[in-house]
């Protein structure tokens, strides 16, 4: 399917018309006139939960934010992940005029206070983000939903040591760090995690490991080739 936007600017009719058009048939699928992107996610706090689960015992029940507001106990990370989140959304209207993650303006979940230490990951099975305790910020949150818009896409995350991996990574980066500049209106700095109290990456130097003995089993390492 092939998608385009159309501006729409008469007496009858303003916003962006986004058109999707069968690539085999050139048959219209869809048609949807936006003025602003489809705002529709949540926010679940999962301290204290098991690991490796969807938790979708919580989904649409017990979200401490969506796109509305957060609760008033809701934990800070809550607060930024749905900040970061809603201004992802944002940003790809504004810059590519894609309605949501998936380009349709379907629902998007973050999990805040995951399970486990340094981390933060999309799960495609869960089609979900998580984030471990002190790993919401900026920059992070951007690239894991890098992930998510690849997977949508069609470009798969199949191993640490493979080039579609390390191309993950990579858009990954490349994702936060233009969010970041025009969030911010600074100049790339070429670290993910500048904002934060974690530094997760710093890609500013050039390759750290030698590409040409051979490709890495890290994703990441691999990543810093492009």
């Keep these: ?25 050139g048959v219209v699928v869809d048609a949807r006139l936006r003025e602003n992107p489809h705002l529709d996610f949540e926010v679940y706090d999962v301290a204290g939960e098991d690991a ?52 349709w303006g379907g629902d998007q979940v973050a999990h805040v ?8 990951y999309y799960s ?19 690239h894991e939903w890098g992930h998510a818009i690849l997977m949508k896409e069609g470009v798969g995350y199949d191993g640490n040591g493979s080039n579609r991996s390390a191309i993950h990574e990579h858009m990954g980066d490349m994702y ?7 969030q ?9 995690g500048s904002h934060g109290n974690t530094l997760v990456r710093n890609i500013d130097g050039g390759p750290t490991v ?10 990441h390492a691999n990543s810093e080739l492009l």
């Design 52 to 103: 490796d689960k969807c938790w979708e015992d919580k989904w649409f029940f017990d979200a401490v934010c969506d796109q509305d507001g957060c609760d008033a106990g809701a934990p800070v990370e809550s607060w930024t992940a749905r900040y970061h989140t809603e201004t992802t959304i944002d940003w790809l209207w504004s810059v590519f005029r894609r309605d949501g993650v998936d380009r």
């Design 124 to 142: 495609p099975g869960c089609d979900h983000v998580a984030f471990n305790v002190g790993m919401v910020e900026q920059e992070v949150v951007m």
């Design 184 to 192: 911010d209106g600074t100049d790339l700095d070429f670290i993910i």
């Design 176 to 182: 936060a760090l233009f969010y970041e500049r025009w």
């Design 210 to 219: 030698d590409h040409v003995v051979a490709q890495t089993p890290s994703a």
């Design 1 to 25: 399917v092939w998608q385009t936007a159309l501006k729409v600017s008469g007496d009858k009719a303003q916003g962006t018309l986004i058109v999707w058009v069968d690539a085999t048939t």
């Design 113 to 120: 206070n995951a399970p486990g230490n340094n981390n933060a």
